[in-house]
């Protein structure tokens, strides 16, 4: 890779002005993307050097960071780098690349088509296990959701996902899953067809994979409470499927990456003013700290936790289950997240810098 970049780098002796080989792997000239300079035509602030096996391209006028060899080439050279794409393929693949180029279109244009005949949704509930009412009440499955002080909700018992897996989608037939006890949690779309499941380990077993989704169909927006939300009303948008038991109108997203209810809301055509972001109380958590800001610069409301209110790294369950009434917990997502102007979105920016400063941590 790193003999493929410094042949592309020499390649643009004569496209780029005042271009110099400053050693081995640095070359400097005039940057192409600011100009480098309205006033002196001296000025070459522009840098192409040697980072690991590849070449990067940073201008001290222009850029705050640097940008690979291709995307520099993409941008400004792009019948330069078409021929550097040609490289990279002739080298993965040889010099039959372009017949190893035409079968991977076509496999990929198969796969699309065969998830195109794919339902989108079950309207029929494949078998999903044992029904929790189903179970003794010492069954280890109610025991788990006692523990957790779960209300009750719709869940099942399997020790078996990949059997649960080939009845939900006939693409997990060859993927390999772990086995142990598993709590399953339907997620169902408005009309209560199923969009797929989430098994929740309750072994606790030490590495044991916490979580494993399958899904109908990879389209789908793969959101836990759709079948039960009133869109008409405020929306509370949270990471756990527990955590979403607890509140009125809520929905889960299973994580903490909550891009995917801001493109339901585009697609759906729905309000964002209506929808409520609350992560986690973890304020060490780099992710959910760069999450959180960009949910208050785009406008959505957002909860702030307080630390003196909430225990620190706390989820909604662990907020129950220490005591707190979720009915409290649903007044303060309501009256500490509005951003309805600038002054609001200021006043959460600033008590998110607070809250990341808890136990004198800031990140």
Known sequence: MLHTDVTFVRMLNGRLQKF???????????????????????KSRGYFFKLGDSILYHCHNCSDKSKPLPKFLKDNFPDVFDEYRK????????????????????????????RKRQPHTLPTDPDMGIPLHELSADHPANEYVRGRRLPEFEAYYTEDIKGLAKRISSRYNDRRFPQGPRLVIPHRDASNELLGVTCRDISGASGALKYVHLRVNQDNFFIYGLNTVDFSRPVIVVEG???????????????????????????????????????????????????????????????????????????????????LRPKKIQEWIH?????????????????????????????
């Open 20 to 42: 110099k080989q400053v050693d081995d792997y640095t070359w400097n000239c005039r940057c192409p993307e600011c100009g480098d300079s309205s006033k002196s035509a001296q």
């Open 87 to 114: 490289e990279q393929l002739r080298e993965k693949f040889g010099d039959n690349w372009e017949q190893v180029k035409e079968r991977k279109a076509r496999e990929r244009a198969r796969l699309e088509e065969e």
């Open 241 to 323: 499927q527990f955590d979403s038991l607890f509140l009125d109108n809520a929905i889960a997203v299973g994580g903490s990456a909550m891009k995917k209810v801001q493109r339901m809301i585009q697609a759906w055509n729905l309000t964002p003013k209506t929808f409520i972001f609350a992560w986690d109380n973890d304020s060490r958590n780099r992710d959910i700290y760069k999450f959180m800001h960009r949910s208050i610069m785009d406008g959505f409301h957002t909860t702030i936790w307080d630390h003196k209110r909430f225990k620190a790294g706390s989820d909604i369950n662990d907020m129950v289950r220490s005591g």
């Open 335 to 363: 009256n500490y997240s509005s951003n309805n102007s600038e002054a609001d979105k200021m006043r959460l920016l600033l008590r998110l810098n607070q809250w990341t400063r808890c136990n004198g941590k800031t990140i």
